[in-house]
């Protein structure tokens, strides 16, 4: 049995009650999120997709129960607690110059053509903050709505890009090459929101406390 039917099997007893329960996540934060339904059978869950901007706001009239982004939440009406954290690893093709490297410096991709997802996801502002630490600025050729589509744009040979630490298997699967960044540190820090006087189900509670040791436990297993 694979880790992941491992954890699906020990997660999938959790007792969290029965009861609805609505979130938000952004597109590149559904990997982990959308495991959670199989993990906790006893709960119904809506889950919707929406840009990042739109979060706090539905947060905060009572749309959803919690949202999944990968960028603090820095509001005097929003708790906002970190489930996971993990690098934001360069993606090239397996014929590209880079290939071959373990670790290179941020600034080593000034001159490289850059699939990126558009201004305003979470992951754009979090690597556009990065090139400012490291002093460059990013030739942006090619701008996208989803990131399930960077793989195929970078395996044309269209630019590099970034993809999060979860999705490299998924990366190598399309044989393109994976690699470190350093100065600065390419990191990520996935978390879950929540209106501070939201009312929550007992349900919703035990949920969230569940969500928290889960990812504490997925943690691991990527550190």
């Known amino acids: ?16 009650g029965s009861g ?11 990997r982990p999120v959308i495991l959670l339904p199989d993990l906790t059978p006893s709960i119904y869950f809506r889950l919707s997709q929406c840009p990042f901007a739109e979060i706090p706001q539905r947060l905060e009239t009572g749309a959803y129960d919690f949202g999944f982004l990968s960028t603090p ?12 954290s993990e690098e934001i690893l360069l993606v090239v093709p397996s014929t590209h110059r880079l290939a071959g ?27 556009d903050t990065f090139c400012q630490q490291a002093g460059i600025t990013l030739s942006i050729p090619y701008e996208i709505d989803e990131p399930a589509t960077l793989y195929d744009f970078v395996k044309a040979g269209l630019g590099v890009g970034f993809t999060p630490a979860l999705m490299k298997k998924q990366a190598n699967e ?15 820090t996935l978390g879950i929101a929540w209106r501070e006087k939201h009312y929550l189900s007992q349900a919703a509670l035990a949920f969230r406390q569940f969500v928290m040791d889960y990812f504490a436990d997925l943690e691991q297993g990527i550190s």
């Open 174 to 188: 399309q044989v393109l090459s994976c690699i470190h960044l350093t100065n600065p540190t390419c990191e990520r």
């Open 73 to 84: 939440l820095v509001k005097p009406c929003i708790q906002w607690r970190s489930l996971l």
């Open 101 to 127: 490297q373990k670790h290179i410096p941020l600034r080593e991709i000034a001159h490289e053509a850059v699939v990126i997802e558009k201004v305003g996801s979470g992951l754009r502002d979090l690597i």
């Open 1 to 16: 049995m694979g880790r992941g039917a491992a954890q699906s099997s020990r997660y999938g007893r959790a007792r969290t």
């Open 20 to 30: 609805f329960v609505d979130c938000g996540f952004t597109p590149l934060d559904s």
